[in-house]
Each structure stands twice: as structure tokens, then as C-alpha cells.
């Protein structure tokens, strides 16, 4: 397979390969085999030849009307497969959650999404599990939040530590610190409130440390959360293997 990391692509994006992360049982999280990305609308078409090498499986976390707003540079490339799961469409809409709720943050929200997108989570997994050889890309909007928690549970499937999937989600503050300031001209631009829209696209490091700290105490950690989901061991297994070249 093929790496596929930031340095590779050109254009604003937040996009990332998730190899090369030390697990604790030693080694680290195989290179050009699972990729966390954005809508990827940002790439030049440099950038999206790089991304195509390689790319099997295309996993789109958004909603049927961001997909038709944004659609992905590959939806419709031949030999790549696209896979449509709206991982929050059972939550309200974050902008109108956050009208509706004064104490309103993304804590809150990522602990909503464990309980109502559990089943969206197992299919999410079975995908990656299941994916033809290649490249396998998850992605949504700013790839930040839906894309962060489907990294998150992987990584700790993965026996990667809590404070090195706390950090893979924060780099999207510097990493994708481009594309995230565009994302915010362009709501702004459109009327978005300023106060609001810098709660939405932040990367508070306690959100991510209460997701795995909730998986952890309910459930026994990423496998026993996805288990109560639905996924058997073998699924399971083979969406680690996927990552750690096994």
C-alpha cells in the first residue's frame, strides 16, 4: 500500500495518514492503510491525483445535504468504492443544538453521539473491516468531529494510548489550522455568529478525553463499546488489522 500523509497533498485540507502512532504493546499503526480526512474539496488537482494512488474505499460521515452541497472528489471515481454513513443524523444539527442549549460543547455532544450514532459507529467499523485492498479514507466536513471519534475508537482498538489519541485529534488545531480558519471565513461570511461558530470548530482536548474515559467505565474500552453495537469479535479484529498491518 501507499503512505499518504499530509506532505504528499497539496491544497488546503486537514487531512492525515494515521500511521506511524506507537501502540503500547509496541510497534506503531502501519502507514498508507487508513487515512482521517476532511471533505477534501480543498486539494488541487495535484493533490487529489496523491490522494487517488492507492484509494480503495471512500467512507463519507456527513449528511445527504452535505454531500450534495460539498460533493467528495471521489464519489464517482471508478474503482473506489463510496460509502455513504451520516454518523450524527440521529442529533439535532450542531448550529441549532447550540441555540437551544446556552451550556452547549462538544463534550457534551461526542458523549450524545456514543448513545444515538452507536449503530452508525458499527457500521462505520464494518466498512473499514470489510474494504477491498487499498487505501481506506473516512471523512466529513472539517474532519474534526465525526472523523476524530471513528480515530479515536480505531486508535484504542489499536492499543494506542489515551494521551496519543488525545494529541492525533488536537493536531487539527495546527495541522489543519488552514483549512479550519477557512471553514470559519466562510460561515462568518455567511452570517454565522462568531462566538458560537469558535466553539464548533475547536479541539478541546477534554472532549476527546471524555469519550474514551466513558468507553473505558461502560463498556471496557473501543471493542466492548462496538460489541454493544453490534460488531463481532472477527469484524472487530479485522478493522485493527486494517490498521496495524497485520
Not at 504493546?25 to 502501519?30: I, K, L, R
Request: negative net charge; proline residues 4%.
Amino acid at each position: 500500500m501507499v503512505e499518504v500523509t499530509t506532505n504528499d497533498l497539496s491544497g488546503v485540507h486537514n487531512i492525515r495518514d494515521l500511521g506511524g502512532i506507537a501502540r503500547q504493546s509496541g510497534g506503531y499503526t502501519a502507514h498508507g492503510r487508513i487515512v482521517r480526512a476532511c471533505a477534501m474539496r480543498g486539494l488541487t488537482s495535484d493533490g487529489q491525483r496523491a490522494m487517488r494512488s492507492g484509494l480503495a474505499s471512500v467512507i463519507d460521515l456527513r449528511t445527504a445535504r452535505e454531500r450534495a452541497e460539498a460533493p467528495s472528489p471521489f464519489s464517482s471515481t471508478v474503482g473506489i468504492q463510496d460509502i455513504h454513513i451520516p454518523l450524527f443524523s440521529q442529533l439535532t444539527p450542531a448550529d441549532q443544538a447550540m441555540h437551544d442549549d446556552p451550556d452547549f460543547t462538544l463534550g457534551a455532544r461526542y458523549q450524545a453521539a456514543l448513545t444515538a450514532a452507536a449503530p452508525r459507529f458499527a457500521e462505520v467499523f464494518d466498512a473499514i473491516a470489510n474494504a477491498p485492498e487499498g487505501v481506506v479514507v473516512f471523512h466529513c466536513t472539517a474532519g474534526k468531529d465525526r472523523t476524530g471519534m471513528i480515530a479515536a475508537l480505531l486508535l484504542s482498538l489499536a492499543d494506542v494510548t489515551d494521551e496519543n489519541i488525545i494529541a492525533d485529534y488536537v493536531r487539527t488545531s495546527t495541522d489543519g489550522a488552514l483549512f479550519i480558519q477557512k471553514l470559519g471565513e466562510d460561515a462568518l461570511s455567511r452570517g454565522a455568529d462568531p462566538r458560537l461558530l469558535a466553539t464548533l470548530l475547536a479541539t478541546p482536548a477534554d472532549a476527546m478525553s471524555g469519550v474514551l474515559k466513558t468507553v473505558s467505565v461502560e463498556f471496557g474500552g473501543a471493542a466492548g463499546y462496538l460489541r454493544a453495537a453490534g460488531l463481532t469479535d472477527a469484524t472487530i479484529n479485522r478493522a485493527v488489522d486494517r490498521l496495524i498491518g497485520a
